[in-house]
């Protein structure tokens, strides 16, 4: 299977959100090595180790950002806590 430069970039997004969700203990022990596993057959342990490095550095000096920025749309339903005005703005 030939993967598109597209579908690469969204394979590596996806994994990069997976990796920062692991470090943040969002996955069960079980869970997170059932994902580990997966990484370990896409992305060479040692390329995993230098960007987990580089994160921690970045962590250190202050600047930390995630590698992924994931955006949630937020959809206005019954439960929303904030009105929207007859024209479809937000209050």
Do not use: W, Y
Not at 17 to 31: C, E, H, K, N
Not at 41 to 67: F, I, T
Not at 72 to 84: A, F, I, L, N, S
Request: aromatic share 2%.
């Amino acid at each position: 299977m030939q993967l598109s430069p597209e579908q690469v970039q969204s394979v590596n997004i996806l994994l990069s959100a997976v990796q920062v969700a692991q470090r943040r203990g969002a996955f069960s022990l079980q869970d997170a090595h059932t994902l580990q596993d997966a990484l370990d057959k896409l992305v060479p342990r040692e390329e995993q180790e230098r960007q987990a490095a580089e994160a921690a550095s970045a962590g250190e000096s202050g600047d930390e950002e995630s590698p992924v920025s994931l955006q949630e749309d937020h959809v206005h339903d019954d439960d929303c806590d904030h009105d929207e005005s007859e024209d479809g703005e937000s209050t």
